[in-house]
């Protein structure tokens, strides 16, 4: 079983920028593809970025293309999403989640586990 926990959420301006990281707990994690969703109230959870489970390819949402980037340690069980130029728009909980196979996609339904997220505040 692999248990996800994101942190580095908070309130920002526009423009700012945040880190937000993806910490696993399990026995290992570099097998899993990685992916950073999102969800605003009233909206459906949509696709931010994603990595393969050794960093050989990213791919990211045509909305944060040039504006984020994700990255990954396996070694330390960690995975990163930089935010940068941040916009009102990237306001809501962002969820980390591990692939069921170590390929990266942009869909939510390749992910198997999901942590609880955490919030994203920009303000205008």
């Known amino acids: 079983q692999v248990q996800l926990v994101e942190s580095g959420g908070g309130l920002v301006q526009t423009g700012g920028s945040l880190r937000l990281s993806c910490a696993a707990s399990?026995?290992?994690?570099?097998?899993?593809?990685v992916g950073w969703f999102r969800q605003a109230p009233g909206k459906e959870r949509e696709f931010v970025a994603s990595i393969d489970w050794n960093g050989g390819n990213t791919y990211c949402a045509d909305s944060v293309k040039g504006r984020f980037t994700i990255s990954r340690d396996n070694a330390k069980k960690q995975v990163y999403l930089q935010m940068n130029s941040l916009k009102p728009e990237d306001t809501a909980v962002y969820y980390c989640?591990?692939?069921?196979?170590?390929?990266?996609?942009?869909?939510?339904?390749?992910?198997?586990?999901w942590g609880q997220g955490t919030q994203v505040t920009v303000s205008s």
């Open positions: 399990a026995l290992a994690f570099s097998p899993y593809a």
């Open positions: 989640a591990a692939a069921w196979a170590g390929q990266a996609t942009m869909s939510t339904l390749d992910y198997r586990y």
